[in-house]
């Protein structure tokens, strides 16, 4: 089912864009890294090292223009997540990692109101699917557990759009209305495992903005 969705979209796109004058490309970075660190003073003075967290994921989409305000398109996801914390879980060491791959087909509005900067609104269906790994390391043992991981999302996201020159633009998109179900399923010798969820999600939050740059072709 994945894999004849990702056909259909990649085989689809490159025709509209043969018979279409103005195309949309563009897409967004982002990175991420944190730690914490917790010192206690007493007779003695104790740190503790918290989570370190990083994070990199990108997200190149391209689209065609159906008319002036209308566009169609295809955008793929990758994104790398990766947490380690010592001393926990009678371990010297925990760390979850996981790497996600998703594409999206998506229609998008745009609201002009002034030649420089608008609105836009965006519909999409998300697929993704990768690997979740657990790694325990204690002395010279580590543990190791593998799940597969995949996921579906049906999105209406609202967004703003800055356009720098004719063909170069800033936008920006923030919460929006999700429906998302995922699952992973995890096999041990002869056993396996399998979680299923599912929930709603809604935001209209502006500390949540996703900014992204896009390139106009043939305008």
């Not at 169609?72 to 879980?89: A, H, I, P, R």
């Not at 998109?173 to 495992?193: I, R």
Request: hydrophobic share 40%; with cysteine.
């Amino acid at each position: 089912m994945k894999k004849t969705m990702l056909i259909l979209c990649i085989a689809v796109l490159p025709v509209l864009g043969l018979n279409a004058q103005h195309m949309l490309i563009g897409g967004s970075l982002t990175f991420d890294h944190s730690k914490t660190e917790t010192t206690v003073e007493a007779n003695t003075t104790t740190t503790v090292d918290g989570p370190v967290n990083s994070s990199f994921g990108f997200a190149p989409f391209a689209g065609v223009f159906i008319n002036d305000n209308f566009v169609v398109g295809l955008g793929l996801g990758y994104e790398s997540t990766k947490s380690t914390q010592k001393d926990v879980m009678n371990v010297d060491e925990y760390t979850v990692s996981s790497n996600l791959l998703s594409f999206y087909p998506f229609a998008r509005y745009y609201y002009m109101p002034t030649e420089r900067a608008g609105l836009f609104l965006e519909g999409s269906i998300e697929v993704g699917f990768g690997k979740e790994k657990e790694e325990m390391k204690d002395g010279s043992t580590t543990e190791t557990e593998e799940a597969d991981v995949s996921g579906m999302a049906f999105a209406i996201t609202p967004g703003v759009v800055i356009q720098i020159t004719d063909y170069l633009a800033l936008d920006a998109t923030f919460g929006g209305l999700q429906y998302a179900s995922f699952g992973t399923k995890t096999e041990d010798d002869d056993v396996t495992t399998k979680f299923k969820g599912s929930g709603f999600s809604f935001a209209f939050n502006p500390s949540w903005f996703n900014f992204g740059v896009t390139l106009e072709l043939g305008k």
